[in-house]
Each structure stands twice: as structure tokens, then as C-alpha cells.
């Protein structure tokens, strides 16, 4: 071909690929795909493959546009240029490739393998980079923020918050420094986003303040002007969404309508139009007008968003202003609508919303049966957002933010129980269980093995400070000397350390966490013979302590119910929980009233229709967590201590993850205890007597320990099958201390990393105090380093009666076995002995066992004790 017809067939095929955007940007879309794909057959036709493919990706887009089909084909095309490209151009137009593929696949639902694109996009254009170095560094990392920037999107949706903050954060910096503004913006209004559904106000307004003080100085010559009037929309919608939830609704409002009278003169960002009505409805709702709010939706509903999530906000919001005003069936139509347009869309929280306000109005129609199905699937998508949420901190943020949502499932539940639906006790077990304030307790057992290396690192350097803080010459605390820094800098630098790794167990916790959809019926088969207890409060209010019960009984489908305590029920149980003597003498008058709310009737008759004792797995949350259920009459002359041994679960979770396996024990060998007992209180030395005449008969091995440093070698040197720490003890979390006299004390991070036996008993103050909802506490450490089960104080233990006990339970030890039951045999041989009826006095020590593979076998062996 001569030089002249080269070029002019190159101005062709420019003026024809230019006329097609024009046409797009026009939204003329058929006429561009025509247009852009005999660009791309004479592009083909005279090996100008780089043009080929980029008029192949434009018709593609057209496609899209059009919602037809056929984008893939044209997109293949497209990608079937790219080998005979150069490097540098190739590497430019397969990113653009890959990024209108992954919108396709969005708008199709398929979000797995839109994400697959937008990786795929931005390792063709790290080429450059890798390959040429500067000369288009520029060029490459604004592409690749790009792609990250969508990727936060869709880690978003999937509700992995922490992650898709990261995400957005390192966008923030990357574009921060390159003086790359039109990403920088995005970046700041997708994290602003993000942070508003966390209830991170402050962070969000932050984001937001600096987006309007960047975007005056923002150059956007080579930024799409739809592209910035859907970046202006999205940061006014996230404004407005940030005053409506500050409680300035009216303020809110008036930038929203704004906000869409200017979008309506940019009908190309549909998406951000959508976003913006969607949220104008939300506010409307606020106000309470629900037929303004409906109009809102229907208009965001109706245009064409490329957002699944976003239209499937806007039905949600007509659903709900259509339910408000009394049209259940109209909305549920539009419940459906949206329900379908996320079919394919892993977006839980969308999800969650849809399927609660579904059963609310199928609650509302009487159709319980429905309602309860509905209810057991949207706790199934809470479940998969709260555990893909990310560090502990946002987890808490977030679920706080949904706590109505469980109030809303546990109330349907307990109508519809009242209607005799069968599946009403699984759909308020599951619920409930949704609901525990912290469900990665549940896991600790699972992800022990699996922790971050740096966290033993972590360890190992507060193991070398600590040493070094209590070892020191005097003269090592000047400002200057011959050992470096004073000793303050070393101990500052201690707590710092102490305080990073409570932020890395936590956080690595819930990095690891993969959440698993609850079962009702698995957790009551892992019961086996055992009954479950659920108490979970909702409303804790000057008019007393109210929520819901659930329970199940082996061979009956499980029961719900709710609870309502009076004013002077919920003053005096507090008091016992909290150990306020002043009250707590008072237990006699409530007791009864409080076992009547708490302990449904059918329990009650199969605690007490056999002679046995039983085994019942208790679990309450929230300012229920210390419930001394041991103490609940359940007759005249009788308790739960009498009739069942209590098994207090941080979470119902735990009876699906069985103990550790550990080396097979003779029952009749002798069992090995370490232990402690601090010499300044007269309880503790009467169980040291107990255990040495047990060692001096042969009945025990027993390994004393008098300092906090001798504990590891004595775990490593004797394996023991008991663990006893029985003293002083303070504190919360990894940070809480069990006293040592003549020492410095044993904290629960020193427990990290040791072998602890399958018995451990923390006769300490309030040492189990937050029941094992906090996965750096003692209970949750326990159970991460090796422990099966687990007796700690759920309140300030009374020396004496709690020694009475534990030497009973000394009395009975042995290598194997059920420990709720050897404990619970202790409690009632001793508490009736007391002079004082208050549980403060004998009902303190809460046991956390794991189960037994065993475990009926087990049980069955144990019951006489």
C-alpha cells in the first residue's frame, strides 16, 4: 500500500472511531455501534490491529448501553488484536478492554468475574511499568487506580468494608502523591461511602471537606466530562446522606433535590441520577412522606443503572414507603423486583434489607410461615456481611448499625411462635445468635493455628522487654547512662507493644474469619442430649430489662418467647451480676419472678421430670452475660444447680467445633496439676492444702509455680492435665492480670503461644467476666491456646465459699472427663451449706466447656457425680 493511502486510510479510520464516541457520548448507541464496527472491519481489514481493537471495545460499550448481548462478542474481538499490538499500546488498550468487560459483567450480575476483569486490567497495564520503566508510569498507575477504585466497589457490595477502605486509602495516597486529582476525588467520596455506613461521621466528613477543597484546583482536561458530573453528584449524595444521618433531614433533603435537578441536564450519569433519588426517597421516609419518597424511587428504579445495588436500593425504598402507607401487596411486588435485580450480585447488605422488609410485610399479610423463611435467609446474609466486615472495630460498628434488624427478626419470630409455626424457635435461635456482639468467639478454636507469624514475633519482643524493664540496675532510669534509654522509654515502649498485639489478635481474628451460614437444626443435633438456653436482651431501659428467650429440648422442635423483667427484677439482677452486696441480699424476692421469665415451662418440666442431672448449654448476651442460671429455682425446694449442669457457651457456635484431640489418658492414671495460690488469701491456701494431701495420698501430681515466669517451663516440663490460678485478679481483655505476691503479675497475652491444658481453672476475680465475647479475653485466649474447658469468675468470687468448692472439685478431679459436671456436683454439695442464699456467694464460677467427640458417652459416665 503506498504511503498515501496508509495515511489516508489511517485519517479514515480516525475520523470514523471519533465519530462513533461523539455518537456515544450523544447517546445515539445503535448508530455508534454501527459506526464504531465498520471502523473496526476496515481497521482489520488493513492490519491495523491497534485500531481494531479500540473500535471493537467501543462497539462493545455501545452494546452495553443497548443491554444487548451482544458486547461479549465484539469485547472478543477486541481482545483477539491485542498479540499483534506493540507492547506499550497494547498494554493501554487491554486495560480498556478489560474495564468495559468488567462492566458488562456487573450489569449482568456477574461480579466474581468482574472483579477477575478489573485484576486482569490492571496487570496488562503494570507491563509498562515493569517494562518501560517512567516513561508511562504516570499513565499506568492512574489506570490502576481506576481499576483498584472499582474493585473497593465491589468489595463494598460483598460487605468486606475493611478491606475496601484499605483499598480506597492506598488510592488516596498513591494519587495523593502523583498530583492525580480526578482519582484522588473518587477515592475520597467511595471512602466516604464507606465510612458513613460504619457510622464513622467524622472520617467522613473529612473526606468530604477535603474533595470540595481539591476539586477547584483539580485539572480534568483529560477526565470525561460525564465523568465529572457523576463524581460531583456521588460527593453531593454522600453530603446529604451524611446530614440526614446527623439528624439535618430538612437540610438533606434540599441538597438532594438540587443534586438531581442538576443531574437531570447530564442524563448520561443515570448511576449517579439513581444514587441520588434513591437516597432523596430514603430522606423523604425520614420525614415521613412516604408518597414523595415512593416518587423518588420510581424514578431511581426506572433509570438505567449500571449499579444492580443501587436499583436494588431504590426498590427497597419504594417498598418500604408503599408498606407504610398499607400497600403490602404493592410492596412486595417491589421487594421482589429488587430481590431479583441482585439475584447474581453478592451483595449481602442489599440482600439483608430486601428479605427483612419481605418478612415484615408477609408478617404483616399473616403469613407467618413465609415470614419465618424469610427471616432465617436474610440472617444468613447478616451472617455473611458481619464476618466479611474485617477488623473488630468495624464489625462492632457495623452490626450496631444493623441492631434493629435483629429486634425486627426475634419480634416476627415470636409472633409467629405464637401462631404455632413450627420453624419460628430456628428462624430466634439463628437470630439470636446473629445478634451476640462479638460471633468471632465462635471461630478462636479454628483460626489458632493460623495466626500471623507476627504475632509470635510480637510476643517474643514484650517477652525481652518485660525482662529487661524488671531487671535493670537503678542507675539504668537516668536520662543518660551505659544501658542506652531510661527505663520509661522501655516501659511506654512495653504498653505500646501490649497494645498492638490486642489490635493484631483481634484483627487477625477477623481477617480469618470465614463466616459459615447458621443452622438451627445443626446446633441443636451438636447438642445431642443436652437442652439449650438462648437469652438475649433487647432493651435494657428505665422500665426494666426485656428481650427474648429461645430454647431447645432434645426430641422437641425449638420454642420462643419473650421476656419482661420490672424495674425492681432488672435493679437487683444487675446487682447480683455486679456483685453489690447492697441488693444482692434482696435475691429471694425476685428470684422467683426472674426464673418465671427466663426459664420457659417446657424446660423447666424436662429439667425436672428425671432424677439425673442433665447438661444445659446456656448462652446470654449483652447485661445478661454474668446470668447466674445455676441459681434459678425451679421448684420449691430446688435450683437449675440441682438438676442441670450449666455449660455458659459465649456462643451456640462452639457446640459445632469440637476440643482438640489430645493423646489418649488412662481415666485411672494420675492427674497432673499446676498451680498457683496466693498466700494472702486464707481460700487459696485451704485448696492448697486439699491438692498437697491429694498429692501426699498419690491421687495427684502436683507442680506449685510462685512466680509468673515459672508457668512455661512448668507447662513444658509436666503436660499437665489442670491448670489452677487461684488469686487476685484485675483487668480486661489481653491486659488483664492474674496477681502474683512478690511479683510482677501474669497477664492474659503471656498465655498466648503456651500450652495450656484441657482444664484450666481462673478462681480470679471477674476473670470470665465478658463470658468470652471478647476474642482477646481470658475465655476466648483459653480456649485459642489449647484449653477444653474453662471455670472463671463471672463476678468478685468470696474467698471462702468458692474455696469450699473448689475442693470439692479437687476431691473428683481427673485427666478426662465433662467439667461442667464435676463443677456443678461441687456447687450443690456446698451452696446449700452456705448461710447466705445469694448466688454472689456460690454461683460466680462460669464454665466454658468445648465439646467431646464423645460427648453422650461422656455424660452418660459423668451424671453420677
Excluded at 465459699?801 to 475442693?807: C, E, F, N, R, V
Aim: hydrophobic share 45%.
Amino acid at each position: 500500500m503506498s504511503l498515501i493511502k496508509r495515511m489516508t486510510t489511517a485519517r479514515t479510520l480516525h475520523r470514523a472511531i471519533s465519530h462513533a464516541s461523539a455518537l456515544y457520548d450523544g447517546q445515539q448507541y445503535e448508530r455508534a455501534g454501527e459506526v464504531a464496527g465498520e471502523a473496526a472491519e476496515l481497521a482489520s481489514s488493513v492490519g491495523r490491529a491497534n485500531r481494531a481493537a479500540l473500535a471493537w471495545t467501543l462497539q462493545a460499550r455501545a452494546c452495553q448501553a443497548l443491554r444487548n448481548p451482544g458486547w461479549r462478542e465484539a469485547l472478543d474481538r477486541a481482545l483477539s488484536e491485542l498479540p499483534r499490538i506493540g507492547s506499550e499500546e497494547r498494554a493501554l488498550i487491554a486495560w480498556e478492554a478489560r474495564m468495559v468487560e468488567a462492566s458488562g459483567l456487573v450489569s449482568e450480575q456477574l461480579v466474581d468475574e468482574a472483579a477477575r476483569a478489573y485484576s486482569e486490567a490492571i496487570s496488562a497495564v503494570s507491563e509498562l511499568i515493569s517494562g518501560l520503566g517512567g516513561l508511562f508510569a504516570d499513565q499506568a498507575y492512574h489506570r490502576i487506580d481506576q481499576s483498584r477504585l472499582n474493585l473497593a466497589t465491589l468489595e463494598h457490595w460483598r460487605g468486606d468494608v475493611s478491606k475496601a477502605l484499605a483499598t480506597c486509602a492506598d488510592v488516596i495516597d498513591s494519587s495523593r502523591r502523583r498530583k492525580d486529582g480526578p482519582v484522588l476525588l473518587g477515592a475520597l467520596v467511595a471512602r466516604a461511602s464507606i465510612q458513613l455506613l460504619l457510622d464513622e461521621y467524622d472520617d467522613a466528613h473529612d473526606c468530604l471537606e477535603a474533595f470540595f477543597h481539591y476539586f477547584p484546583e483539580t485539572d480534568f482536561s483529560t477526565t470525561h466530562p460525564i465523568a465529572i458530573m457523576t463524581l460531583v453528584l456521588r460527593a453531593a449524595t454522600e453530603y446529604a446522606k451524611g446530614q440526614a444521618l446527623a439528624g439535618s433531614v430538612d437540610e438533606a433533603i434540599d441538597n438532594l433535590e438540587q443534586a438531581c435537578e442538576l443531574a437531570v441536564r447530564v442524563p448520561e450519569a443515570a448511576t449517579a441520577r439513581a444514587e441520588a433519588l434513591g437516597m432523596l426517597g430514603r430522606a423523604h421516609l425520614v420525614s415521613g412522606r412516604a408518597e414523595r419518597a415512593a416518587e423518588c424511587a420510581r424514578a431511581a428504579a426506572d433509570l438505567a443503572s449500571a449499579d444492580p445495588v443501587i436499583t436494588a436500593d431504590a426498590q427497597a425504598v419504594l417498598g418500604t414507603a408503599l408498606f407504610s402507607s398499607g400497600r403490602f401487596e404493592a410492596a412486595r411486588q417491589a421487594v421482589r423486583a429488587g430481590l431479583d435485580g441482585v439475584r447474581g450480585v453478592d451483595a449481602p447488605m442489599a440482600r439483608l434489607e430486601l428479605l427483612a422488609l419481605d418478612a415484615e410485610i408477609c408478617s404483616a399479610l399473616g403469613r407467618h410461615e413465609e415470614a419465618v423463611a424469610l427471616i432465617r435467609d436474610a440472617v444468613r446474609h447478616l451472617v455473611l456481611a458481619s464476618g466479611r466486615t474485617g477488623t473488630t472495630g468495624h464489625r462492632q460498628r457495623l452490626l450496631s448499625a444493623q441492631k434493629n434488624y435483629h429486634q425486627r427478626f426475634l419480634d416476627m419470630a415470636v409472633i409467629a411462635a405464637g401462631q404455632g409455626v413450627r420453624q419460628a424457635g430456628q428462624a430466634a435461635l439463628e437470630a439470636s445468635e446473629a445478634a451476640r456482639e462479638d460471633t468471632l468467639a465462635a471461630l478462636l478454636r479454628q483460626t489458632s493455628g493460623t495466626l500471623d507469624p507476627r504475632l509470635s514475633e510480637l510476643l517474643a519482643q514484650i517477652d525481652r522487654l518485660r525482662v529487661l524493664c524488671v531487671e535493670r540496675p537503678a542507675s539504668s532510669t537516668a536520662e543518660t547512662g551505659p544501658f542506652g534509654p531510661p527505663l520509661s522509654y522501655w516501659e511506654r515502649r512495653l504498653g505500646e507493644l501490649q497494645a498492638e498485639l490486642g489490635q493484631m489478635v483481634s484483627g487477625e481474628f477477623s481477617r480469618l474469619y470465614v463466616p459459615v451460614p447458621l443452622d438451627a437444626e445443626a446446633l441443636v443435633a451438636a447438642s445431642g442430649t443436652a437442652a439449650i438456653l438462648s437469652v438475649t436482651a433487647t432493651d435494657d431501659d428505665s422500665e426494666g430489662l426485656s428481650g427474648v428467650v429461645t430454647w431447645s429440648i432434645p426430641g422437641s422442635a425449638p420454642g420462643v418467647r419473650s421476656f419482661e423483667l420490672s424495674v425492681k427484677e432488672t435493679r437487683i439482677l444487675h446487682s447480683v451480676m455486679s456483685n453489690d452486696r447492697r441488693f444482692s441480699s434482696r435475691w429471694d424476692q425476685i428470684r422467683d419472678g426472674v426464673a418465671a421469665q427466663l426459664i420457659p415451662v417446657p424446660l423447666r418440666d424436662w429439667l425436672l421430670a428425671n432424677t439425673a442431672v442433665r447438661e444445659l448449654n446456656v448462652v446470654a448476651d449483652h447485661t445478661l452475660r454474668a446470668l447466674p442460671v445455676a441459681a434459678l429455682p425451679l421448684s420449691a425446694g430446688t435450683v437449675v444447680a440441682d438438676h442441670a449442669a450449666v455449660n455458659r457457651l459465649p456462643l451456640l457456635r462452639l457446640l459445632l467445633h469440637r476440643r482438640a484431640v489430645s493423646a489418649p489418658r488412662d481415666p485411672a492414671a494420675t492427674t497432673r496439676v499446676v498451680a498457683y495460690f496466693n498466700p494472702e488469701l486464707p481460700g487459696s491456701m485451704q485448696e492448697l492444702e486439699a491438692l498437697s494431701d491429694l498429692a501426699a495420698a498419690g491421687a495427684v501430681e502436683l507442680t506449685l509455680i510462685h512466680r509468673a515466669e515459672e508457668l512455661a517451663p512448668a507447662l513444658e516440663q509436666t503436660s499437665p492435665d489442670v491448670l489452677v490460678l487461684s488469686t487476685h485478679g484485675s483487668g480486661e481483655g489481653l491486659a488483664y492480670e492474674f496477681q502474683f505476691v512478690g511479683g510482677r503479675p501474669l497477664v492474659c497475652a503471656d498465655l498466648l503461644g503456651l500450652p495450656l491444658p484441657p482444664f484450666f481453672v481462673a478462681a480470679a476475680c471477674s476473670s470470665g467476666s465478658d463470658a468470652g465475647s471478647d476474642p482477646t479475653g481470658l475465655i476466648a485466649t483459653a480456649l485459642t491456646t489449647g484449653c477444653s474447658a474453662l471455670a472463671a469468675g463471672a463476678w468478685d468470687l468470696p474467698d471462702e465459699s468458692t474455696a469450699k468448692i473448689l475442693k470439692s472439685v479437687y476431691g473428683d478431679i481427673a485427666p478426662s472427663g465433662q467439667f461442667t459436671a464435676r463443677i456443678n456436683s461441687a456447687v450443690k454439695s456446698v451452696y446449700r451449706s452456705l448461710p447466705r442464699a445469694s448466688p454472689v456467694d456460690w454461683a460466680g464460677l462460669m464454665v466454658t466447656e468445648l465439646p467431646n467427640s464423645s460427648h453422650e458417652a461422656t455424660h452418660e459416665s459423668d451424671e453420677g457425680h
